[in-house]
């Protein structure tokens, strides 16, 4: 693991996603920006081998007969692309946290990277692991909505609204900083998880987008509420909503697709649940495990219905099928093949590209800008 | 009443809010097309005086001693127009269905002729007349949420997910159809109710919008759904959007208001629920007739909390009060005074520009058009 | 009407309720139990005939020609009795509110004397008017949910948590003093109701019951809360719980039935709404006036789905239907086929029974008591 | 591990829990009742040493070096007591699937093993492991509730709604047999989990109750539905309802308290929420991980709010703690004190007592018996 020391969030988030299925052991680390604090915190959590740095890491574990087969990079976005370039390079499989990287430069020299590698690259779009998103996607592919007309995405939080940054929060500081966050602010922390978890469960791809981006926050430069209209390849259109200044709300993550057939609702908070009314007929509650549940829901499912699965379950999923995929990629499958439905470098320049396309187009005062 | 009669459905809705409270005694209309479908339906309802027309009936009425004091215009939209003028004129306060008219020259028509009428005109912006609608207003006026930053409103339905305009259904004939609708469709049937209720909440004034309007359904021209960017005087920003063709949603208007030390959401359906959430507190229920139901709300509620009131008694409130109004005016009051917080001309001229904005920028391709 | 001054509750809910459809006119009252108070209340309600007691009123309406063709009985639990047998002793069709009366014995009178009169006696069990009410009586008599096997019904309040009674809360006070509201508190006041939506739902009778009442409040003698095990006849079993200090809980009646095909729920506080599960299939939300509405509901339906109505609306159905029942015994219907489903004597008898019934098996420790 | 085969639902879940925060590893195990089966589960889940029996295991663990410190016993019911016996009498911590046993000799046989060895032995009532849970008991403790009056608990299913035990399910087969599973079919299975949470929210001891079982399903001997009405120790009161054949409920375990200054109301299917009203004032929204958590829930909470646990992280919480008090033990720590808020074997006798109360006051047609 590369980043997730004492002090972070994400880092314990993976680690016990990577735990749950019991798919990894985690033996390697450079956790901080010093090798003190990196030891420290490796030995806190009984890492047995701790790194000054990424690189020193790589270096070193690619020359060990037992080195590690994957690295997980859960580190600020601007340190993403070296480290899974340094890690690629040598063959070592990389699941990194998104947003893909900080700038697009950045993000153009990874994608050559992974293209150059024979390694897997996984993007932890965590959201695309829950049950019901499976269980939506395979519906909207199975035509149980018919044609797409409308997505609407939405991903509001709260914890912003005050200057929370100035407060000494370290969450708050790098994600409100350019440097360390890149050109998208609050587009770029969750807007891209709720365009990712659009286009992953319809399907469809966006074609252009007007963009208005607004920073509330008193001396904040990146945007910390955007809205933006969307039009999809083939005529779908959508609005989507990122927020960090929405009293209110946690992590309401919330996609709502409609068809000329039926549509369908799911809110990230209340994941176990997803709302399908075929038109016409009354709105049906699918539960994870129920009855309504699908075969794509089953296979990323542990516990009977009615015994909520949550975040880390779902986060789980990503870690678990990425570990099919390095097992089916050692065993000489195809590498797109053995991603199968999991988040990669793809869907990382797409977040690029929407995140870019978001502040292109509201400097712009909100002209459509194409992805 | 002018329209109303037999086949309609906003009509009905008319006469039960304005018996709810006591205040109207019915006894005269003109309620549809034909002298004797008018008759027919007036019979059928009791009413004593059926008039072929309503310009028949304003001017009998108007001569009469007993003649009524108020009448209800509950006709397709192009019409509003021409029959409010003929009782203003008279001197016959006027209850109006929205939106305004079908189109801006009609609005400003009418917009003059109120100014020269000594009598009220109300519109019946109907949702403006629910308890928690009432409180929610009151709370942002006293600083309850600070200063307003994000308002998220939305009106979908699903009703025209299907050609119901081709299948004989009367609803969706005059909807749909650009006569007797006027410029906009979905967003001038609903997209204005929603945009009424932003603003009555937040006390604030749209500066300019950039909406991207759709005609899903086959050989629709005007548009069943709509995606909008909002700016408000000010500087709070704003989404909406009003569908036609979202299955699942039956009248599912939602409206969100963030500031700066709180936030709001109420929707439509479950009207007696208000939720806030000061910045940093748990999430509160605020209930009508509950404890946390503040006069304004108080005011317009007319059983205890836990026994809900629906659309009926909100639309009754809208017509308690122009009664009030109309006693008032009677009795000497000024006439702005005497409407409080009546929705009327101002409100409709305010929707037309609303539509018209809305069709306008949605032809230049969702640029930002002034309201 | 008889009660219903201007201290009172239920009486003004009772004047909306029959003013909803359009079918009543209220022209003579002997609103208070003074007539002073009496007269004053009809001038402020407009009523043209006011009487000091509703001895007077039925002997003098009995006399004029054009007297009232029924009455309302609002008054507190313990009038109930005596002012109906003076209605139907003069053939004056009589809508009184629940429960019956105050004791078996005045029960028994009245019982009596509905069956000695022409006129028709209706108790305002109001909830069964509710549209999905009858969607769900409708669906257990046509099988949706096979054999019964368990009902679970209560009705929890909040508003006597603190001693209200001695705070000078007039409603408070009658409804916890023996002398006026009868041998049952909570159960008599409330418990009642949802006894009777119980078995009006499922078409079940209680055939035995056990009981532990409870009196939390200090100083209080009759129950504020009541917990009861159910035994159907014929084998469905069942639990009732009501209490009036239960904070958190405004009139939060709900329903749930399942038997071997599936299940049912049902909460007025949200009454638009129908939870129906067919066993082995997921959840389905019916609404009312929505696609899976029946023609039960339907048939008490005024607006269109996704516009709520309320308790007002169902309270309005039983005055609607009362309505039609008086047309017709006046045009020779035979009595019982006119009261259709309308809630009558039987059912006040039934709601007596189960008042005795819980106060006799409380004070014996919970015994099983026959119905 | 002992039981948790291929074939056992709980048993994974125990897996998943013990490694969820990395306290854990597993490896040795008796995991079916063959020790071909045995060898097959161990081998499928990488488990190095598997034993042919419980007895074995015990044995040989106790005689290595590096044997196990703690063991989880998943099997049926019936096999609880022997199992427990032969690992806490070697001093080998014991972490159990409730109920403690099928018997109440088996208990008491048990509860003596218990107190003659040092080692812990503690009881899987998972659903204490909640954060949401935990807050309400610390709440309650800290009298936000006043003086409890009312308890509701109650935990539908809906699995055995048809007989699944005449179809090859094996959960059905031994949770329906009285043989394996005990006295109590469904009051057994999760009865005693409504139980147990209602005295761990509330801090309260059941003083008497009276129980009214039932068997719906054809042919079956042990109650599938449940009723039972509580007396707790110090006047507060209670109902219970279980249930596995309600159709609609998948996991719907529900706890209500309501005292003289509030109301808290929980579900387990939504975990992550609790519904607190202070009397007189509008209910509040606490959300795990949200401002209004308290200590007691952020002790046990492992992300932020909006980023739902589930099931699997309450489950884990006891593992955690579990490890505590072995950690804590091993260090010379006082047993009970150890222990803290987790259950043992208090808690184990405790529902067998409720079991037998049940079915001892059922089949005297529900007369109030001691716990």
């Given at each position: 693991m590369v980043g997730g020391g004492?002090?972070?969030?994400?880092g314990g988030v993976h680690r016990i996603a990577a735990r749950i299925d019991d798919r990894y052991e985690l033996v390697a680390?450079?956790?901080?920006?010093?090798p003190e604090k990196s030891a420290a915190s490796a030995k806190a959590l009984g890492i047995p081998r701790s790194y000054a740095s990424f690189a020193e890491m790589a270096e070193a574990e690619a020359a060990r007969?037992?080195?590690?087969e994957a690295v997980s990079i859960v580190t600020p976005n601007h340190v993403h692309a070296a480290a899974a370039k340094a890690f690629l390079a040598r063959g070592i499989h990389v699941i990194c946290d998104k947003?893909?990287?900080?700038t697009m430069d950045d993000a153009e020299a990874l994608e050559k990277a992974v293209a150059e590698s024979d390694a897997l690259f996984v993007l932890?779009?965590?959201?695309?692991?829950y049950p019901m998103i499976r269980q939506a996607r395979a519906m909207i592919q199975a035509g149980d909505?018919?044609?797409?007309r409308i997505v609407q995405a939405e991903y509001p939080q709260?914890?912003?609204?005050?200057?929370m940054e100035t407060e000494g929060l370290k969450q708050a500081e790098w994600r409100t900083d350019p440097k360390r966050?890149?050109?998208?602010g609050c587009v770029g922390d969750i807007g891209t998880h709720a365009h990712n978890l659009a286009c992953f469960v319809t399907g469809l791809t966006v074609e252009k987008l007007a963009a208005d981006l607004q920073?509330?926050?008193?001396?904040?430069?990146?945007?910390d509420n955007a809205h933006v209209m969307l039009r999809f390849v083939g005529g779908a259109r959508g609005m989507l909503w990122s927020s960090q200044?929405?009293?209110?709300?946690?992590?309401?993550l919330k996609l709502r697709v409609y068809g000329d057939k039926g549509g369908l609702e799911w809110r990230q908070e209340d994941p176990n649940y997803l709302w399908f009314t075929p038109h016409g007929e009354p709105k049906r509650l699918i539960t994870?495990?129920?009855?309504?549940?699908?075969d794509a829901a089953s296979a990323v499912s542990r516990i009977p219905s009615g015994h909520p699965e949550g975040y880390l379950e779902g986060f789980a999923t990503i870690y678990n099928e990425a570990a099919d995929a390095i097992r089916a990629v050692q065993n000489g499958a195809d590498r797109a093949q053995a991603m199968g439905v999991l988040p990669g470098i793809v869907e990382g320049m797409s977040g690029m590209s929407f995140i870019n396309a978001c502040v292109s187009s509201s400097s712009a005062d909100a002209i459509w800008v194409n992805l």
């Open positions: 004492n002090d972070a969030f994400i680390g450079a956790l901080s920006s010093t007969e037992d080195g590690i947003p893909l990287t900080s932890t779009h965590n959201y695309t692991g909505l018919g044609e797409i709260d914890w912003l609204t005050s200057p966050s890149g050109a998208g920073a509330f926050g008193t001396g904040r430069t990146l945007d200044v929405a009293p209110g709300n946690e992590n309401a994870r495990g129920g009855s309504g549940a699908n």
